[in-house]
């Protein structure tokens, strides 16, 4: 009889391993501490969503809506999306819920998977992780600056300290009209040179063309026209706190006046932020392959007037979990702080393994790290598992012991042993291998 095929997961989606999920669960909880700290709330949004929550608000022309989305219908008929990005669910909550009528702004913090169908490649896949922080309520440039500086702490906080901070503005769109129509004609005198999905997007929303990863249209963009001789009065005036936060707080940047995001809500602030190796002395900064991005975002103010027809400004970004923990392991700088557990538990037989059970609570609460495997019966297995894993005390519990409430304490250096009570165990432990 042949074989059967080993069912494997889904093209693009991965498993966290256990010895990788301690990483990601450092990353969660050290985003979750700074965030916490410089004022956001914890919020979690369904991983299904109305698909038109995306279409009305993401951009018919954008990669997430025209290739990228995984669409399902519910028995009852209702049109649902696994949800590719968390800033639109974050509004709809925001709406939802009545949060307007808190104090404003609504900082939120928040982190999940989501789920995009795209080309699989290094540190992208089609269900991945990422973690948000929005700021929905005000339009002040001090929270756009808030964003960029909470994230580029918590890198610095990750040993991510090779950061580069890219930025623009788009404008709003009473000012981007004016740049559109300049784009426009621009574009339409290279239109031979353009790949087939600028060609089509050239109709729809020239602005996407400009974050177009093809080699012939990078080239072209070089020499497009920019949005900042485009600005209006109050969206320059925007920019220039943005600047003046930053330069104040001295959180380093380099303006990408090319740099647009790829969804259509977007206004004013966009940013990027990428990891670089450090620079040669006078080496000049240029925005790095896109797959050095560590997190993205900008500035909505719009987003509300499209979902629910009432103007809330806001802004947020999120940053990809999957290259960052791609990024610490490469840099090793993830380092346990759990003790390895100096002792291990031992059981032969049946009414040991019962016992067993009991005396590992009794380690948890006490705090200290115990090495056990409650399915084992070999003696020597067990042992030379213990040697293995470089333990100090192996306690043997066998059918005698565990009738007795005694336990053999074996010195696995030594190798000499000693039988003492069970209730003495833990005073014992503490003790000799110096847990306090």
């Known amino acids: 009889m042949s074989a059967k095929e080993i069912i494997k997961a889904p093209k693009g989606m991965h498993d966290i391993l256990p010895e990788d999920w301690p990483i990601f669960q450092w990353v969660f909880n050290k985003a979750e501490e700074i965030a916490s700290f410089y004022g956001f709330l914890p919020i979690q949004t369904p991983h299904l969503e109305r698909s038109d929550l995306f279409t009305r608000t993401v951009g018919e022309s954008t990669d997430i809506i025209e290739k990228q989305m995984f669409a399902l219908k519910s028995r009852g008929s209702e049109q649902l999306v696994l949800r590719p990005e968390e800033t639109a669910p974050l509004m709809r909550a925001y709406l939802e819920h009545g949060l307007h009528i808190r104090p404003q702004p609504v900082m939120l913090f928040a982190k999940g998977s989501f789920f995009r169908y795209e080309q699989p490649q290094k540190g992208r896949f089609r269900e991945f992780h990422q973690v948000d922080l929005e700021v929905i309520g005000d339009e002040d440039a001090v929270n756009d600056v808030l964003v960029i500086k909470t994230f580029t702490v918590l890198l610095e906080e990750l040993g991510l300290k090779s950061t580069t901070v890219f930025l623009n503005t788009i404008g709003d769109p009473e000012c981007r009209s004016a740049y559109r129509k300049e784009l426009l004609a621009y574009y339409r005198k290279k239109i031979n040179y353009l790949c087939k999905d600028c060609r089509r997007r050239l109709k729809t929303n020239p602005l996407r063309l400009l974050d177009c990863k093809e080699p012939g249209c990078l080239e072209l963009k070089r020499s497009a026209p920019q949005m900042i001789d485009h600005l209006c009065p109050g ?33 004013r602030t966009v940013f990027e932020i990428f990891f670089q190796e450090e620079k040669a002395a006078g080496e000049v900064e240029e925005p790095p392959n896109a797959s050095f991005s560590l997190l993205g975002g900008g500035r909505y103010d719009y987003l509300g007037d499209t979902l629910a027809g009432r103007h809330i400004p806001a802004v947020g970004a999120a940053m990809g979990v999957e290259r960052i923990v791609s990024l610490v392991k490469e840099k090793n700088l993830f380092v346990k702080k759990e003790k390895p557990p100096k002792a291990a538990l031992i059981q032969i037989g049946t009414a040991a393994k019962s016992r067993a059970i009991s005396l590992i609570e009794e380690f948890r609460q006490a705090k200290i790290p115990l090495l056990h495997s409650v399915s084992r019966e070999n003696l020597k297995n067990q042992l030379d598992l213990a040697n293995k894993m470089n333990i100090a005390y192996a306690l043997i519990l066998g059918h005698k012991e565990a009738l007795d409430n005694t336990i053999m304490v074996r010195d696995m250096n030594s190798g000499s042993q000693e039988l003492i009570l069970q209730e003495k165990l833990i005073d014992y432990i503490k003790k000799n291998c110096d847990y306090k």
């Open 235 to 267: 969206c320059k005036k925007h920019f220039k706190e943005v600047l003046e936060y930053l330069d104040a707080n001295n959180t380093a940047y380099i303006i990408d006046h090319y740099l647009v995001r790829g969804l259509d809500y977007y206004s």
